[in-house]
């Protein structure tokens, strides 16, 4: 058995069957050429071969980032990321998880400086790296029919907060588009998370919105023709994962923006019967009051000097992330 390992610098120079080894879209050619358009971030591709056959492969970024994120402090550097070049919960890694650690040491050896690697599942970890805990996702995994159906599944305390909410959004326009019909009104919502948001790694532009593939969907809530939140779904083999979104703070509280945000993704997923649902990797305890569960990340870190690894050593606490939400039992107990 022979490994070899080729890198290449376009999406275009990919294996044919690099599509065959992904999880889920974002890993897909299609999604990295719109990544490689719309948000270039020096990527390169390897690709692992056994017998030259196509078995593993890894995505690896740059960007200048703080490594203290989840502490109080602030470090911004230069940092070499094995993972996928938007906010999203897949892994920057594909194909034979068990090709994973040598796929990952030949990226350690090649690349120079700090290399990150994120939203690590199944376990995985890297030996001569320092392996942590990062945000994790929240997940729906109830496959429910519609919004009736998810409505009489759930405890009656839950029932009366999700009335509560619904019942600032009365009179509200919700209007669901192709993501061609993202506004500059769109992105100034999406800029004002980003200004509160402290674990961002990047700013997307108004075109990487505007260009999403046909199969991301845009839901848009207006109040007496103001746009008060909106969100972007994907949509990839019954399954449904939140991409991003955006709120107007002045009114949040007023309508309940947020939350009946988080709301109307459940609503799509349901009407388009997706047995999964991804809501991202932030606010995990509205998420969870929903009915999400906790779907664990992890990362590793590493610097190929000795010196700057024992320093990291050190730091590690305030590079991972550690916070742990309680579990909710949301859904009555014959469900």
């Known amino acids: 058995m022979e490994r070899s390992i080729r890198r290449v610098t376009s999406v275009n120079k990919l294996n044919k069957y690099w599509d065959d080894l992904t999880f889920c879209y974002f890993q897909k050619k299609d999604f990295l050429l719109h990544l490689q358009k719309y948000n270039p971030c020096n990527q390169r591709y390897y690709e692992l071969y056994i017998d030259e056959c196509l078995k593993a492969g890894a995505v690896v970024y740059s960007i200048k980032m703080d490594l203290l994120t989840f502490s109080k402090f602030t470090n911004q550097t230069t940092v070499h990321i094995i993972g996928l070049p938007v906010s999203v919960s897949a892994s920057g890694l594909i194909g034979e998880t068990c090709e994973f650690t040598y796929l990952s040491e030949y990226i350690l050896k090649k690349e120079k400086g700090f290399i990150l690697a994120l939203n690590l599942i199944n376990g995985f970890t890297q030996d001569s790296a320092i392996n942590m805990r990062t945000l994790p996702s929240v997940v729906f995994k109830k496959n429910i029919n519609n919004w009736e159906e998810y409505q009489g599944l759930i405890r009656s305390k839950y029932r009366r907060r999700l009335n509560n909410i619904l019942q600032k959004f009365s009179g509200v326009e919700c209007f669901v588009n192709l993501c061609s019909d993202y506004t500059e009104e769109h992105h100034e919502l999406y800029l004002q998370i980003l200004e509160r948001t402290k674990t961002k ?9 505007r260009n999403l593939p046909d199969n991301f969907q845009l839901t848009s809530h207006y109040a007496a023709g103001c746009l008060l939140c909106w969100n972007i779904i994907c949509f990839d083999n019954n399954r449904g994962f939140f991409f991003f979104g955006g709120l107007n703070y002045e009114l949040r509280n007023k309508y309940q923006a947020y939350h009946n945000n988080l709301i109307s993704i ?38 190929n000097k000795k010196v700057i690894m024992g320093l990291l050593r050190i730091f590690q606490k305030q590079i991972s992330y550690n916070h742990i939400s309680k579990k909710t039992k949301v859904f009555s107990n014959n469900n």
């Not at 790694?201 to 919105?209: A, G, M, P």
């Not at 997706?274 to 569960?293: V, Y």
């Open 201 to 209: 790694l990047e700013t997307l532009t108004f075109d990487f919105f």
């Open 266 to 303: 459940l609503k799509s997923c349901f009407t388009n019967k997706c047995e999964l649902i991804d809501l991202g990797q932030t606010a995990e305890i509205p998420k969870m009051r929903l009915g999400g569960e906790i779907d664990e990340r992890h990362m590793f870190l590493y610097h």
